[in-house]
């Protein structure tokens, strides 16, 4: 399977898919040293973010997020890419100064957590890798 | 996004590293919000300023953009730092975030940022004008701009505010197009409009109403006469941080809010509505107060003077800062304000404000007459809020209830 999403930032990597269906605040949700979920009541709370192919909706919460990203990206704690439906400023700002690749508008609903995905952020596609 | 010549050269890194990373920035910003192209900005200010908020990551990224070449093309200010820049150790600023926080500041200075942190940016030398295209942070600015000055922001965040003073541009969408700027519903207040904390309340109101409306963002509010200064910044603030408002419309107050009818979509507020949104921000007690601060957002050089009167010859019993931006400090200075608010014991804050300095965890219960300040004070710093009118908020400080 693969599908042709659009690019928000560039890079290529591949990972094992860590899938949440609600949206994720970097600032505040996740910690920058470890990169754990730690938004209380979040479905992925207490999961790692590190080195995953971080497949969410969209991103919430304060522009700060975008630092945090960049933050994760210093500690080596980033995910190895990120892969939203609808992406917004705070995602997008984060990817790009953090150097994460990124894509979006994927249908999603379609992905599963462990799945070993590969991101293509220049040309904007997903694939599920092996197949 | 169709890019110019020189737009294009910024996307390739010929015109270095920063500006470079600057361009990627807002190409991927008008990618996701569609605009068509670059508009370029003649003013710029820039949030995640204060050390507090930045952490060490945000100081590094700072540092990077500054030593891969990134230059300021406009004029750019900031917004307020974690302290006053002058005078922090008055403050009780640890050594040691003061040194961070010069730091990000100093960084911003080899940029040819202007280094003037303010909230009201506005007040002191940032000022657009009508239909003026510009890229700013702040909130409660950008609300301001675009609102009573009849300039065009979207709401940046600090990288994307300082990818449009590094390029001088910013993607043309939102904001900066006419047709995203009609008015989509009415409120009629039917409510007494004297005091700051009312139009604090009247923001927090609309803003949660708006919040509840799917889609629906631009109000056109009616039934509020001859608003000043003072007034529209702190509805500005309140209805920017309790609605995510980018921009309003006030019948006969605001430039554009005759260019449009209002919307028959009408929703009335009454002084009830008003009573109730001000009991929500007041969960302490006067008399167990422990800090008292005016100045959110910084206060006008009208409010330093009226502040100076109500403590002449007072002393005061709680800790009271008094927020600003420098140069109005600097007018307060020559008119005698600051000698009389210093011998009250009350401090001023210039550069800074309660919303972003470290003191989480040094107080325990905030008095001020700013709704955006109960909001902060109350989710960052976790201190029980009481929301009053502006005097009674000096009064506080010096230890009386009310006025005598």
Known sequence: ?131 | MKLNAEEKAMLAGEQGKATQKAMEILVALGTIYDAQHMVPVTSVQIAGVSYDNLGEAGLHFLTEMEQGGGKARVLTTLNPAGMDIENWQALGIEPEFAEKQTQVIDAFARMNVITNCTCTPYLTGNVPHFGEHIAWAESSAVCYANSVLGARSNREGGPSALAAALTGRTPEYGMHLEENRKPQVTFGVQADLVENDDFGALGKVIGEILQSLEGVTIPYVRGVSGAVLEQLKSFSASVATYGGTALFHMEDVTPEAGLFEPPEYSIKISQAELTSAKAEMTDGYVSSADFVSLGCPHLSIKEIARIAELLEGKQVVKEFWITTARPTKQIADRMGYTKTVEASGAKFAADTCCVVAPIKGRFTALVTDSAKACYYASGKNQFQTILKPFDEVVFAAIGKERAQ
């Not at chain 1, 919430?60 to 990120?82: D, H």
């Open chain 1, 1 to 131: 399977m693969n599908w042709q999403g659009r690019k928000i930032f560039t890079g290529q990597a591949s990972g094992e898919a860590l899938v949440s269906s609600m949206g994720i605040s970097f600032f505040g949700g996740v910690d920058p040293e470890s990169g754990e979920v730690i938004e209380r009541d979040h479905e992925l709370e207490g999961q790692s973010i590190a080195g995953k192919v971080l497949v969410f909706p969209t991103g919430k919460g304060s522009t700060v997020g975008s630092y945090t990203l960049y933050r994760l990206k210093r500690a080596g704690k980033a995910p190895a890419a990120i892969i939203n439906a609808e992406c917004e400023t705070i995602t997008a700002v984060g990817c790009i100064i953090a150097e994460i690749p990124c894509v979006d508008q994927v249908p999603i609903s379609q992905l599963r957590s462990g799945q070993r995905l590969k991101v293509d952020g220049e040309q904007g596609t997903v694939a599920i890798s092996g197949e």
